[in-house]
């Protein structure tokens, strides 16, 4: 099993989160993983993309040119990776700010309204939660449950109060794919 994986918003999404409790949930089920971020200076509204890898073998490299699936948070992150999904690949995007339905036939691509699944549960947030739970729910790629336990690990002490609306929020995004 490989899974590669580029997960793109603006800073501030939580993009890079989103990738560290990926790779964190791959490493509980006992896979290879690897987790690249990528940022730009400007942090908070500048863009920021991460790579995640999940394989049962080891990896070679963190890099990856072309990506088998891309979660894309917004309309910038589209056009930078989706032009670079390798053909039969996926692509689950937030249709509430990627308005226009993306030109290519040969991907499968799952729209999620996930700022306003995140407005629903009372936190704009989560949308990189919601996002989440969407694409592992699609790919079967890790556990939901691995992707609660690295939550549980990777959320700091003083942001603990915040595990319950981040797990409504990964339930919500899995729940918008069936």
């Known amino acids: 099993m490989y899974q590669d994986i580029i997960i793109a918003g603006f800073g501030g999404q939580g993009v890079l989160l989103a990738g560290r409790i990926l790779a964190y949930a791959g490493m509980i089920e006992g896979r290879h993983v690897t987790m690249f971020p990528s940022y730009g200076i400007e942090m908070r509204g500048g863009t920021s993309n991460c790579t995640v890898i999940i394989s ?20 910038a992150s589209m056009d930078k990776f989706g032009p670079a999904l390798k053909s039969h690949g996926m692509a689950i995007i937030n249709s509430s700010l990627v308005k226009e339905p993306y030109k290519r036939n040969d991907i499968d691509m799952l729209y999620v309204s996930a ?19 969407a694409f592992v729910n699609k790919t079967g790629i890790v556990r939901i449950e691995s992707i609660f336990n690295a939550l549980t690990e990777i959320l700091p002490a003083k942001r603990q109060n915040l595990l319950k609306i981040n797990q409504e929020a990964l339930k919500r995004g899995a729940a918008a794919v069936k």
């Open 115 to 133: 700022n306003e699944i995140a407005e629903e549960l009372g936190d704009s947030k989560v949308v990189n939660m919601v996002m989440l739970g």
């Open 56 to 75: 049962s073998d080891e990896i070679a490299s963190p890099v990856i040119k072309n990506p088998s699936s891309i979660i894309v948070l917004n309309k």
